[in-house]
Nanobody
Framework: QVQLVESGGGLVQPGGSLRLSCEAS????????MSWHRQASGKERELVAL????????TSLDSVKGRFSISRDNGKKTVYLEMNSLKSEDTAVYYC???????????WGPGTQVTVSS
């Protein structure tokens, strides 16, 4: 049974930081490209950052470049999203996704809420 469990979300003031974690089970983690996506209320889900099986990292959103970074620990089957200098517009549900390389097979976590507000 495949599970992706996100953690680390919560309420933070503007300018603050959070570190999201997504722990996987039931998959060969090192075979999966991992990514973080977010969905704000009333908006479509968007790709935030992606990291390949060999650790090549990409931040997809111009609005978070220089503030967010993605990393992974294959030994812990965990992917992280470090978020700094948070802004109110970063408020969203953040989802973790595992995509099997060379395949359409993918899994999503249930999401974790991040709220940036004073």
């Amino acid at each position: 049974q495949v599970q992706l469990v996100e953690s680390g979300g919560g309420l933070v003031q503007p300018g603050g930081s959070l570190r999201l974690s997504c722990e996987a089970s039931g998959i060969i983690f090192s075979d999966y490209t991992m990514s973080w996506h977010r969905q704000a209320s009333g908006k479509e889900r968007e790709l935030v950052a992606l990291i390949t099986t060999i650790g090549g990292a990409t931040t997809s959103l111009d609005s978070v470049k220089g503030r967010f970074s993605i990393s992974r620990d294959n030994g812990k089957k965990t992917v992280y999203l470090e978020m700094n200098s948070l802004k109110s517009e970063d408020t969203a549900v953040y989802y973790c996704k595992a995509q099997l390389r060379f395949s359409a097979r993918a899994f999503w976590g249930p999401g974790t809420q991040v709220t940036v507000s004073s």
